[in-house]
Nanobody, 120 residues
Framework: QLQASGGGLVQAGGSLRLSCADS????????VGWFRQAPGKEREFVAS????????YYTDSVKGRFTISRDRAKNTVYLQMNNLQLEDTAVYYC???????????????WGQGTQVTVSS
């Protein structure tokens, strides 16, 4: 039900915008989170947004560079990523749950992931 897209290869300092589309209105009244997993590392929280978009949360390493937003009319959540760094390279996943928590276990529905690769 959740389709993550927008990943790709970008040079350090560049930008990408990820989209998480909800084809079956899975997260119309749910919080949505973005997580990422780099090779050999555990999945980590990146950002989350409340069901109405009023509250957003970010991990410290992306604050000031990433922005999460949602368009309820389009059933889509976005992650605008600016000033990308090598350490941002990972597979990015979107997920939906009741609250915009930092723990992946708090999310019920998951998208398939989209690869983001930042090169020097």
């Amino acid at each position: 039900q959740l389709q993550a897209s927008g990943g790709g290869l970008v040079q350090a300092g560049g930008s990408l915008r990820l989209s998480c589309a909800d084809s079956k209105r899975t997260f119309s009244n749910n919080a949505v989170g973005w997580f990422r997993q780099a090779p050999g590392k555990e999945r980590e929280f990146v950002a989350s947004i409340s069901w109405n978009g009023a509250n957003t949360y970010y991990t410290d390493s992306v604050k000031g560079r990433f922005t999460i937003s949602r368009d309820r009319a389009k059933n889509t959540v976005y992650l605008q990523m600016n000033n990308l760094q090598l350490e941002d390279t990972a597979v990015y996943y979107c997920a939906a749950g009741l609250r915009p928590v930092l723990q992946s276990t708090g999310y019920i529905y998951w998208g398939q992931g989209t690869q983001v690769t930042v090169s020097s």
